[in-house]
């Protein structure tokens, strides 16, 4: 994951607790986080780094990304390890 997609998500994290991010990122937030709620990849609020998975897009073994969950859910250009994200990208 790209530094500056962590830093987006973190910032947007700040501004959803002062209520002023967009609206449009909050509810592709709550849809992201109905994905990884159920996730086996998912250990507390990490996308775990020692799980693995099968992307669904490329049938590739893919690791967790380490991320921690619901301040990647607010950064658009972020994506699932797994590829389950695409239909909620901003």
């Given at each position: 994951?790209?530094?500056?997609?962590?830093?987006?998500?973190?910032?947007?994290?700040?501004?959803?607790?002062?209520?002023?991010?967009?609206?449009?990122?909050?509810?592709?937030?709550k849809?992201?986080?109905?994905?990884?709620?159920?996730?086996?990849?998912?250990?507390?609020?990490?996308?775990?780094?020692?799980?693995?998975?099968?992307?669904?897009?490329?049938?590739?073994?893919?690791?967790?990304?380490?991320?921690v969950?619901?301040?990647?859910?607010?950064?658009?250009?972020?994506?699932?390890?797994?590829?389950?994200?695409?239909?909620?990208?901003?």
């Amino acid at each position: 994951m790209l530094l500056k997609n962590i830093l987006e998500g973190w910032a947007n994290w700040a501004l959803k607790e002062f209520k002023i991010l967009d609206p449009e990122i909050v509810q592709m937030s709550k849809l992201r986080l109905l994905i990884c709620d159920v996730c086996d990849m998912r250990t507390g609020q990490i996308c775990n780094p020692n799980k693995q998975g099968v992307n669904i897009e490329t049938q590739e073994i893919r690791n967790g990304c380490g991320c921690v969950i619901p301040p990647k859910t607010l950064s658009p250009h972020s994506e699932c390890p797994l590829g389950k994200w695409k239909k909620y990208e901003y």
